[in-house]
């Protein structure tokens, strides 16, 4: 099946700062990627959906000058999390379609925790 | 607002026993789809249903789909403890080609004993 990667896998940083997360369809193109999050124990939650070379959109209650989406090309979206705090510490997963299939693919996910 | 239901939440089942999921949701859809997650990882797709009635086996799973009804059921046959992990469906909506924003039901932690 299509991979999707993700990095880093675990990222540390301290309340304030900011953190970049790579989203990258590995072998296939896709024109639209997501962003979940999800915290221990509980279900994904979509946070945007981001569009190659367009605005990403957020879903209700998603801070968009938080969350910073970039989709620059057709293989990779970003997504910053700007001036993090405790409360951003999450597990964030992307995930993407190829163009010729319904199947969605999830990346590995990124642990991260700020302190 | 799309709301999507798993039950059981959780289910502790001994091996070689069969056991049935279920997932229901509350607005029209074709798009369904099943993962697993394993702690500390992410998604692994098992299987996406697509119109009514479909039905994918692989395995010693079994998924369904009754759009009608607004259901879908992962079932397990002669369970074994490698089945043991987090067992997710979501509902696809707003469709882009092939690409879907997924809602997520609440999850079913299935563990099976010897």
């Known amino acids: 099946g299509a991979v999707v990667s993700q990095h880093p896998s675990r990222v540390i940083c301290k309340s304030g700062t900011s953190v970049k997360i790579e989203c990258r369809s590995l072998?296939?193109?896709?024109?639209?990627m997501f962003w979940y999050r999800q915290f221990p124990k509980q279900s994904l939650m979509l946070m945007a959906t981001s569009n190659e070379g367009s605005k990403a959109t957020y879903e209700q209650g998603v801070e968009k000058d938080k969350f910073l989406i970039n989709h620059a090309s057709l293989t990779l979206s970003t997504l910053t999390v700007t001036s993090a705090h405790p409360e951003d510490s999450s597990f964030y997963i992307c995930s993407a379609n190829s163009l010729e299939s319904y199947e969605q693919y999830f990346g590995p996910g990124t642990r991260l925790t700020v302190t | 607002e799309l709301k999507v239901e798993q039950n059981p939440l959780f289910l502790s089942m001994q091996e070689g026993k069969n056991y049935t999921i279920y997932c229901n949701y509350s607005?029209?859809?074709?798009?369904l789809y099943w993962y697993r997650q394993d702690p500390g990882k992410s998604l692994e797709s098992l299987f996406v249903?697509?119109?009514n009635g479909a039905v994918k086996q692989e395995g010693r799973l079994m998924a369904s789909l009754d759009t009608k009804a607004r259901l879908s059921t992962l079932h397990i046959t002669a369970a074994v403890h490698d089945l043991s992990a987090t067992y997710f469906c979501a509902v696809g909506h707003w469709g882009s080609g092939t690409a879907s924003k997924l809602t997520f039901g609440t999850g079913t932690r299935l563990q099976v004993t010897l």
């Open positions: 249903l697509l119109s």
């Open positions: 072998d296939f193109q896709a024109t639209t």
């Open positions: 607005t029209t859809s074709d798009r």
